[in-house]
């Protein structure tokens, strides 16, 4: 699995219109599956993300987690984290998960966060989405699961 991970004072995301996840200060995650992920990677991803240390303490060091600053997270679906850009002009996507598969990961990374602790409201898999945020810092970061695939 691979992750954007972005420290944000807020952010949203709209379908059609409609908005389906909303959060105040937290973090914006933009999820990738590949077709090796399953259950224990998602697993992990969530608790490495929770716990990651991108926050400022009180005196401006980079020293909390989502976990103690008690954040929210939004989380959107995005396949093409796995785009192959190496060849051509055309993105290869070839290395992000089958629909069904991604999905389900998508879900059980959601829950995976909550069953933290942590308010997390989402995008809805397969949309067309519009994403807004306030990118706090910035901090922007790649947060990947491939050590623990099996």
């Known amino acids: 699995m691979r992750a954007v991970v972005q420290r944000v004072s807020s952010a949203r995301v709209e379908?059609?219109?409609?908005?389906t996840g909303e959060i105040g200060p937290g973090l914006l995650i933009l999820l990738g599956?590949?077709?090796?992920?399953g259950e224990a990677q998602a697993q992990y991803l969530a608790r490495k993300i929770a716990e990651l240390?991108?926050?400022?303490d009180a005196n401006q060091k980079m020293n909390l987690s989502l976990l103690e600053t008690r954040g929210s997270a939004l989380v959107?679906?995005?396949f093409t984290l796995y785009g192959d850009c190496r060849?051509?002009?055309?993105?290869n996507f070839s290395q992000a998960a089958p629909g069904p598969q991604a999905e389900a990961l998508y879900l059980y990374f959601i829950e995976r966060l909550?069953?933290?602790?942590l308010p997390t409201a989402q995008g809805r898999f397969g949309a067309m989405m519009?994403?807004?945020?306030?990118?706090?810092?910035p901090?922007?970061?790649?947060?990947?699961?491939?050590?623990?695939?099996?």
């Open 15 to 19: 379908v059609e219109g409609v908005v």
């Open 33 to 37: 599956v590949s077709p090796t992920d």
């Open 53 to 56: 240390r991108i926050f400022e």
């Open 76 to 78: 959107v679906s995005q």
């Open 87 to 91: 060849k051509g002009r055309r993105p």
């Open 114 to 117: 909550k069953a933290l602790g």
């Open 130 to 137: 519009e994403v807004s945020l306030v990118n706090q810092g």
């Open 139 to 150: 901090v922007t970061l790649i947060v990947e699961s491939r050590e623990e695939n099996s």
